[in-house]
């Protein structure tokens, strides 16, 4: 059973920083994407970036690409997400999720529903 855990989550002003990790225990072998989704107050939950590890390729929605960048340490078997130029609207409570698989979202990995096992989430806040 593969198990998540985020940290780094917190309170930052507009076009401050914050970096979130995830620690991934359990049986890995088989899981080929890991990914950061997030879900703001009374709306739908959003697929941010989706890092495949088999080749170390990453993929960012719209929303986030050139301010966050998604990585892996392979060895430590943990995935980062680096957030740079926060914005208001960036304000959710953010998840890692791991995918042994991608079927729904053959682009950017990035629908919910192919993804086995999630993490309890971590509040990101940006406000001035």
């Known amino acids: 059973q593969e198990q998540l855990q985020e940290l780094g989550g917190g309170s930052v002003q507009p076009g401050g920083s914050l970096t979130l990790s995830c620690a991934a225990s359990g049986y890995t072998s088989s899981i080929y994407y890991m990914g950061w989704f997030r879900q703001a107050p009374g709306k739908e939950r959003e697929g941010v970036a989706t890092?495949?590890?088999?080749?170390?390729?990453?993929y960012y929605a719209d929303s986030v690409k050139g301010r966050f960048t998604i990585s892996h340490d392979s060895a430590k078997n943990t995935l980062y997400l680096r957030m740079n130029n926060l914005k208001p609207e960036d304000t959710a409570v953010y998840s890692c999720?791991?995918?042994?698989?991608?079927?729904?979202?053959?682009?950017?990995?990035?629908?919910?529903?192919?993804?086995?096992?999630w993490g309890q989430g971590t509040q990101v806040t940006v406000s001035s």
């Open positions: 999720a791991a995918a042994h698989g991608c079927y729904s979202d053959l682009d950017l990995c990035l629908a919910a529903r192919d993804y086995s096992y």
């Open positions: 890092f495949y590890t088999r080749e170390d390729g990453s």
